[in-house]
């Protein structure tokens, strides 16, 4: 599944891969960048630990890889998040939420300060997802506009027509996560562990949708530390979904590259002097 990176022959699409005089050339044509982020972190017994970087990072070289008439670099992957809550099982890495945003928005401006200004955040990983939004909202007073998203708001309302029993949901190694990693790295997947759970909120049922506590894994019903039906996944689901996300980050970028470069003063932030 994976394309190989630069070998001497094809188009080069990894920021790190790239020479000095490719920068400059590659500003000539409204670039884009593509920073995918996600975490290291338990996603129950069948999966590995980099369920939620590895979505991300895929879907944008896959996006790279297919896009043609501008370049669409692919920054390397920031692939610490903000996981404390799934600590209650082994192999879980996390950064303090200080951390994390301070360390997302510092590469953002160091490309920002490269000439590069549209830079997209694609996201895997839940607990990433309001900081990502949050960073995007911050870096814009530093007159760094970005788009910060995570990859399954792009398919929300697929998940839910095509998906079998979470309701749309992304869930934590459960019908779509594992799907997606059945379609990129099937051998990596514990097929013979692959179960159902869930993380149980103690509120009343029509208060769910808006009250909550923090995302317990080890509280899980099963004490799985998955949440979700992994036993419903399927390659087949993980490609037609997959391939759906590429296919809309692929426009995301391709209009973020048609657009002028946004600066603070011109969106509402400055008071012009009144003219007497």
Known sequence: MFRDSYNGENKKIFWHEMWRDEFHAALEDAPVVVVPVGSIEQHGPHCPMDVDIVGPFYMAVEAAWRTE???????????????????????????????????????????????FHRIILVNGH?????????????????????????????????????????????????????????????????????????????????????????????DTRDITGTMGSASAASAEKGERIFELAVERLQRVASEFHEQPIRHYFEFGSHCPRMQS
Request: net charge negative; glycine share 10%; proline share 5%.
């Open 126 to 218: 839940g607990g990433n997802d309001a900081p990502v939004r949050v960073v995007r909202d911050v870096l814009a007073e530093r007159n760094v506009f970005v788009v910060g998203f995570s990859w399954w708001k792009m398919v929300e309302q697929e998940m839910l027509e095509w998906g079998d029993t979470d309701n749309g949901s992304v869930g934590h190694g459960g019908e779509w996560e594992t799907s997606v990693q059945l379609h990129l790295r099937e051998h990596l997947i514990r097929k013979d562990l692959m179960n159902d759970d869930v993380f149980p909120n103690p509120f009343s049922e029509d208060l769910q949708s808006f009250v909550g506590f923090s995302e317990r894994r080890r």
């Open 69 to 115: 008439g501008y370049p669409l670099i692919v920054a390397p992957p920031v692939w610490s998040g903000f996981t404390h809550y799934n600590k209650g099982f082994p192999g879980t890495i996390s950064l303090r939420i200080e951390t994390f945003m301070d360390l997302l928005q510092d590469i953002c401006v160091s490309i920002h300060e490269n000439g």
